[in-house]
């Protein structure tokens, strides 16, 4: 086609974002080809895809149950698609709800026992608001960011009032997290996220979790029936 021919030979024209990512799909481009395309109309990177795959290779999963501490794979719309038998002790087993339900931000909001386990949850919960809307900005179409939200709006008082503050906060990729667990006691956890990108393009968060040495691991450990 004669235009993208222009873009090529780096004439000035003005094609529009989502047009772009039509012709990227209709043009089955790969991962690379999207962002040169994106490179040569608009002279940035291309913004983040939203879409994600609705399940994790099995070579990922293993790792993850190997990690004797709990680990999640997550979407940039915060929707969990794995996670290890440590994490379904703490943030309950993924696998009993519905897809739709199986979202980092909405048991957040919903699930009472989660917000238990969190001794500065409204700290927690604002800085995860901020972190979602920035998500949501970055995504190349973020209209499933927005029915999230306002799908959330709906049931908790909380979310609506800390979304309409608009704040925004980047999600830093290592950190410290306090949970209190009945008959155990408070477990310092340090976790990290990484990236890890599928063959499409497409990316996950893994976050892994580690409690701190000293009383936390011994604590983790029993809630967790480590041995050995």
């Given at each position: 086609?004669?235009?993208?021919?222009?873009?090529?030979?780096?004439?000035?024209?003005?094609?529009?974002?989502?047009?772009?990512?039509?012709?990227?799909?209709?043009?089955?481009?790969?991962?690379?080809?999207?962002?040169?395309?994106?490179?040569?109309?608009?002279?940035?990177?291309?913004?983040?895809?939203?879409?994600?795959?609705?399940?994790?290779?099995?070579?990922?999963?293993?790792?993850?149950?190997?990690?004797?501490?709990?680990?999640?794979?997550?979407?940039?719309?915060?929707?969990?698609?794995?996670?290890?038998?440590?994490?379904?002790?703490?943030?309950?087993?993924?696998?009993?709800?519905?897809?739709?339900?199986?979202?980092g931000l909405w048991s957040m909001?919903?699930?009472?026992?989660?917000?238990?386990?969190?001794?500065?949850?409204?700290?927690?919960?604002?800085?995860?608001?901020?972190?979602?809307?920035?998500?949501?900005?970055?995504?190349?179409?973020?209209?499933?960011?927005?029915?999230?939200?306002?799908?959330?709006?709906?049931?908790?008082?909380?979310?609506?009032?800390?979304?309409?503050?608009?704040?925004?906060?980047?999600?830093?990729?290592?950190?410290?997290?306090?949970?209190?667990?009945?008959?155990?006691?408070?477990?310092?956890?340090?976790?990290?996220?990484?990236?890890?990108?599928?063959?499409?393009?497409?990316?996950?968060?893994?976050?892994?979790?580690?409690?701190?040495?000293?009383?936390?691991?011994?604590?983790?450990?029993?809630?967790?029936?480590?041995?050995?």
């Open positions: 086609m004669s235009w993208y021919t222009w873009l090529e030979q780096g004439r000035d024209i003005h094609v529009s974002e989502p047009l772009l990512e039509r012709l990227a799909r209709a043009l089955r481009l790969t991962p690379t080809e999207r962002a040169h395309l994106f490179e040569l109309a608009h002279g940035r990177p291309a913004s983040r895809p939203s879409r994600a795959p609705q399940a994790v290779s099995d070579t990922l999963q293993r790792v993850i149950d190997a990690h004797p501490y709990p680990a999640l794979v997550s979407t940039r719309r915060w929707d969990v698609l794995a996670w290890n038998a440590a994490a379904a002790i703490v943030y309950g087993d993924y696998g009993q709800l519905p897809a739709g339900r199986r979202n909001f919903t699930q009472p026992e989660r917000r238990a386990l969190m001794p500065d949850w409204e700290g927690a919960a604002r800085r995860s608001v901020a972190g979602f809307r920035l998500d949501a900005a970055r995504a190349a179409d973020r209209a499933e960011f927005d029915a999230l939200a306002a799908e959330l709006a709906s049931v908790s008082p909380e979310f609506a009032r800390f979304w309409s503050e608009h704040a925004v906060m980047d999600q830093v990729p290592e950190g410290r997290k306090a949970l209190v667990f009945p008959g155990v006691g408070v477990i310092e956890f340090e976790h990290v996220t990484l990236m890890h990108a599928e063959p499409d393009g497409r990316e996950l968060r893994v976050s892994l979790y580690s409690p701190q040495p000293g009383e936390s691991t011994a604590r983790a450990r029993k809630l967790f029936r480590l041995t050995g």
